[in-house]
């Protein structure tokens, strides 16, 4: 069975850091991408970064470049999204996605649960 499995969520004052963690299992991940996604109340689902399978393609949302930094390992099958300065409207849901292909879409072949997100100001 397929699992993304996200971790390292939780409360955060604005300007703080916080790194999520995805691990994958149930399968090779070789040639997928990874990446993340994340849902605030009321909003739909938006993209946040994407990895590829060897680290060559990486891409990110406007809102979070410059703050957010993903990597992957892949003998481990993690994905590591690394948030800094962290704003109050970076809550959300943050999901795991993973892809057969160059990069994460909505329409990626496998999702976590979720982890949330939440900056207080």
């Known amino acids: 069975q397929v699992q993304l499995v996200e971790s390292g969520g939780g409360l955060v004052q604005a300007g703080g850091s916080l790194r999520l963690s995805c691990a994958a299992s149930?399968?090779?991940?070789?040639?997928?991408?990874m990446g993340w996604f994340r849902q605030a109340p009321g909003k739909e689902r938006e993209f946040v970064a994407t990895i590829s399978w060897r680290g060559g393609i990486t891409s990110y949302a406007v809102s979070v470049k410059g703050r957010f930094s993903l990597s992957r390992d892949n003998a481990k099958n993690m994905v590591y999204l690394q948030m800094n300065s962290l704003k109050p409207e970076d809550t959300a849901v943050y999901y795991c996605?993973?892809?057969?292909?160059?990069?994460?879409?909505?329409?990626?072949?496998?999702w976590g649960q979720g982890t949330q997100v939440t900056v207080s100001s």
């Open positions: 149930g399968r090779t991940f070789s040639g997928y991408a």
């Open positions: 996605a993973a892809r057969d292909g160059l990069v994460v879409t909505t329409a990626s072949d496998y």
